[in-house]
């Protein structure tokens, strides 16, 4: 089974469990959401307060887990009772929790398979809570990065942007009846062009736009190899047609011993020294990234950075903006050019690259 070795230590998720810190519960959708096939469960948190327009987030758990350990243990829903978007957390159908990645069904659009049932979340998560289609994002880690890889790939119409914690490319795993070992040791490596046309082959004739790609990797992953990463990079930037040549490189970005790489502005990549399986989520990179937060645009690297600012490392700065932002309100990041003075008892805060906010 793909669950095999992909275990998340008991002391981390009873840590982030103890420190999420959601209002709401988390309720489980049992009315008919259209396709699902594999019977993947439905579970939906929904903050008491919601934005207009409404953002969605679907957060895919990873093998030996669950849509509620998943809830419990990133911050996601926290983050959504202070920014009003939606989280829906697919739950695995199957023996060890790990997702459907291998299968022709699953790897084409409305072939059927797990994707199918987590598309169907989407669809209907626009037509009951009234979700904005133009703001749906993807995300999940280990077995659920894998499922990330795959939602972009075979369903590229419902996604604006997606994060992959700690996955494989989309297709690695196809053909295997479980556990695909060639893929998971780093050994399955192919040309751009032939992971690249794995994801056109997912949805014949697609033209329309597709979701760009945010790529995590600890380089001493031993459950799902670090060359799976390289493998990653190559297809989301074929899948786009940029250069494999990094745009920017940055180190030390987040973190210490990350690496930030830029291609384009389609595919970000984050290269973690020394981190195992799997990196840790890092939630509000995550929605700067989706936009929910801050700036979308990438850093620039080392030197000057971009935006109406000036700064240094990963392109932070000051923007030029007047007015005062409110109590968690953005006052900079990467390509702000709005206020950056707070209002009074609260201090303009760097959260990431992407994003400062006003913190009481």
């Known amino acids: ?8 230590p008991a002391l981390s998720l009873l840590f982030s469990s103890l420190v999420n810190a959601a209002t709401q519960q988390l309720v489980q959708v049992t009315a008919d959401i259209g396709p699902n096939p594999n019977n993947v469960g439905m579970f939906v948190y929904k903050p008491a307060k919601l934005a207009s327009p409404l953002p969605l987030i679907v957060a895919i758990h990873e093998c030996t887990a669950s849509a509620t350990i998943y809830f419990e243990s990133t911050q996601y829903a926290t983050l959504a009772d202070q920014y009003g978007f939606m989280v829906v957390y697919p739950n695995s159908p ?3 929790s790990c997702f459907d990645v291998n299968t ?5 659009h409305n072939g059927g398979g797990d994707s199918q049932g987590i598309a169907s979340m989407v669809t209907y998560s626009i037509a009951t809570y009234g979700v904005d289609p133009s703001l749906v994002y993807v995300t999940g880690t280990s077995s659920g990065a894998m499922m990330t890889n795959v ?5 590229p119409e419902l996604f604006q942007a997606a ?37 056109f082959n997912a949805y014949p004739g697609y033209t329309g736009s597709r979701p760009k790609m945010m790529l995590w990797h600890g380089t001493a992953d031993e459950t799902l190899l670090y060359p799976n990463y390289g493998e990653e990079i190559k297809q989301w930037t074929d899948v786009f047609g940029l250069s494999q040549t990094p745009t920017t490189t940055t180190q030390n970005d987040p973190q210490s011993g990350y690496t930030m790489t830029t291609y384009g502005t389609e595919v ?17 990179i995550d929605l700067a990234w989706f936009g929910i937060t801050g700036s979308t645009s990438t850093g620039t690297g080392t030197g000057t950075g971009t935006g109406t600012g000036t700064g240094t490392g990963t392109g932070t700065g000051t923007g030029t903006g007047t007015g005062t932002a409110a109590e968690w309100g953005q006052c900079g990041g990467i390509g702000w050019t709005g206020a950056t003075a707070c209002a009074s008892g609260t201090t303009c805060t760097v959260v990431n690259a992407y994003y400062s906010q006003c913190l009481p």
């Open 1 to 8: 089974m793909y669950c095999r070795r992909i275990l998340l």
């Open 94 to 96: 199957r023996s060890g």
């Open 104 to 108: 022709p069904q699953t790897l084409t």
């Open 151 to 155: 939602m972009a790939g075979s369903y």
């Open 163 to 199: 994060s992959v914690y700690s996955g494989v490319a989309f297709g690695c795993f196809a053909g295997a009846s479980s556990w695909n070992t060639q893929c998971a040791e780093g050994e399955l490596i192919q040309t751009p062009q032939q992971w690249g046309q794995e994801v």
């Open 268 to 284: 970000v990549g984050y290269s973690a020294a020394g981190v195992g399986h799997t990196v840790p989520v890092h939630e509000t």
